[in-house]
């Protein structure tokens, strides 16, 4: 090489500027229009889940009200709302219920709430279909905690 | 009340545009992209790879990727992701890529003084050459040559861009600067 190291560092210096201009606008304006796709997606999202939470919190209330009060009027032998027939191994375990005592009387309910909902149960969601309905029975303990959560549809 | 995103660190930007905030999101990318789209383009020598790499790595950013502070600095983490992308396109144009001689001039280098007419035309053919050897080097060595002798980043950013030790970082530098000195001297000899 004709030049020394001096010249090859100083070479490096001016391939270094190669790219400086930076990335063309284009690519921004993609970048942009992707954000605003996926904050948009993400507000349809937390609708979707804010009222799946609701669904299943009101299909909760409306169980522990109505088997309370039939206990109230006929006394203890009126069977819950619906009860289960079905295993607890029919079901996905919910993340939240690791820590609650096994099963020993289950309640089944049957609630419609969004897909996105699914998430929250730890379930891998496709997130196109995020806000459509689904129909799940959700698995109840004698403590009226959810223990799982079972896809009818 | 909108979070404003002017002055923010880096962390900060991160979680704002976590929480949707395009405003923090643009100030981030204009932090940042420059370097990444230089990254990718003197890694690859293909402007259509760097901007998709730039693009994936922004992409990423405000889709999954998770930065860990404990881990070294925002940049560092963007050469990391921006470096498996460029490998990723590497591998997939393998059959396809040739060094070119910039006949486009999209990927052009800087241009000596225009009153030197001789010297600009020797300074850009050392130049080209150059870019061509480095772009000829095995990925392994070109990246630490980009990051640290062309993006002039310190050896623990670069251990933590490409995932290695920072003794693997200094032997892979001491290596790549030789077979480039070697290759511009052959490059000499042969006239090229």
Same mark, same amino acid.
């Given at each position: 090489?004709?030049?020394?190291?001096?010249?090859?560092?100083?070479?490096?210096?001016?391939?270094?500027?190669?790219?400086?201009?930076?990335?063309?606008?284009?690519?921004?304006?993609?970048?942009?229009?992707?954000?605003?796709?996926?904050?948009?997606?993400?507000?349809?999202?937390?609708?979707?889940?804010?009222?799946?939470?609701?669904?299943?919190?009101?299909?909760?209330?409306?169980?522990?009200?109505?088997?309370?009060?039939?206990?109230?009027?006929?006394?203890?032998?009126?069977?819950?709302?619906?009860?289960?027939?079905?295993?607890?191994?029919?079901?996905?375990?919910?993340?939240?219920?690791?820590?609650?005592?096994?099963?020993?009387?289950?309640?089944?309910?049957?609630?419609?709430?969004?897909?996105?909902?699914?998430?929250?149960?730890?379930?891998?969601?496709?997130?196109?279909?995020?806000?459509?309905?689904?129909?799940?029975?959700?698995?109840?303990?004698?403590?009226?905690?959810?223990?799982?959560?079972?896809?009818?549809? | 009340?909108?979070?404003?995103?002017?002055?923010?660190?880096?962390?900060?930007?991160?979680?704002?545009?976590?929480?949707?905030?395009?405003?923090?999101?643009?100030?981030?990318?204009?932090?940042?992209?420059?370097?990444?789209?230089?990254?990718?383009?003197?890694?690859?020598?293909?402007?259509?790879?760097?901007?998709?790499?730039?693009?994936?790595?922004?992409?990423?950013?405000?889709?999954?990727?998770?930065?860990?502070?404990?881990?070294?600095?925002?940049?560092?983490?963007?050469?990391?992701?921006?470096?498996?992308?460029?490998?990723?396109?590497?591998? #997939?144009?393998?059959?396809?890529?040739?060094?070119?001689?910039?006949?486009?001039?999209?990927?052009?280098?800087?241009?000596?003084?225009?009153?030197?007419?001789?010297?600009?035309?020797?300074?850009?053919?050392?130049?080209?050459?150059?870019?061509?050897?480095?772009?000829?080097?095995?990925?392994?060595?070109?990246?630490?040559?980009?990051?640290?002798?062309?993006?002039?980043?310190?050896?623990?950013?670069?251990?933590?861009?490409?995932?290695?030790?920072?003794?693997?970082? #200094?032997?892979?530098?001491? #290596?790549?600067?030789?077979?480039?000195?070697?290759?511009?001297?052959?490059?000499?000899?042969?006239?090229?």
């Amino acid at each position: 090489m004709k030049g020394s190291e001096q010249e090859f560092l100083k070479d490096l210096r001016v391939l270094a500027e190669d790219g400086a201009g930076g990335a063309p606008a284009a690519v921004r304006e993609r970048l942009l229009i992707e954000f605003r796709r996926r904050s948009a997606h993400r507000r349809v999202v937390a609708r979707a889940r804010t009222a799946g939470i609701a669904a299943i919190a009101a299909a909760l209330l409306v169980a522990w009200v109505s088997g309370d009060a039939r206990h109230f009027l006929t006394g203890p032998h009126v069977p819950a709302p619906v009860v289960a027939e079905a295993t607890d191994a029919d079901f996905y375990p919910l993340p939240e219920a690791e820590g609650l005592p096994p099963i020993e009387n289950a309640t089944v309910i049957r609630v419609q709430m969004p897909v996105a909902s699914l998430q929250l149960m730890g379930l891998a969601v496709n997130e196109d279909g995020a806000a459509d309905p689904v129909q799940a029975d959700i698995l109840l303990g004698q403590d009226g905690l959810a223990r799982g959560v079972r896809l009818v549809q | 009340m909108l979070e404003s995103p002017s002055h923010g660190d880096d962390d900060g930007l991160l979680r704002l545009i976590s929480a949707g905030n395009e405003a923090a999101f643009l100030e981030f990318y204009n932090r940042h992209q420059g370097s990444v789209y230089r990254f990718a383009l003197q890694m690859s020598g293909k402007a259509e790879i760097a901007e998709e790499v730039t693009q994936d790595v922004f992409v990423a950013v405000t889709k999954n990727a998770k930065y860990d502070r404990t881990r070294g600095s925002v940049l560092a983490f963007l050469y990391g992701i921006s470096r498996n992308l460029v490998l990723r396109c590497l591998e #997939r144009e393998k059959p396809y890529l040739t060094v070119l001689d910039d006949p486009d001039g999209e990927y052009a280098g800087g241009m000596a003084d225009e009153h030197d007419l001789l010297g600009e035309l020797t300074q850009n053919q050392r130049i080209g050459r150059l870019r061509k050897a480095v772009l000829a080097l095995p990925p392994v060595y070109r990246e630490v040559v980009v990051l640290c002798d062309l993006h002039e980043i310190d050896y623990a950013e670069a251990a933590v861009a490409l995932g290695c030790a920072i003794g693997t970082i #200094r032997s892979r530098l001491h #290596r790549a600067r030789a077979l480039l000195m070697e290759k511009m001297r052959a490059g000499e000899r042969c006239g090229v």
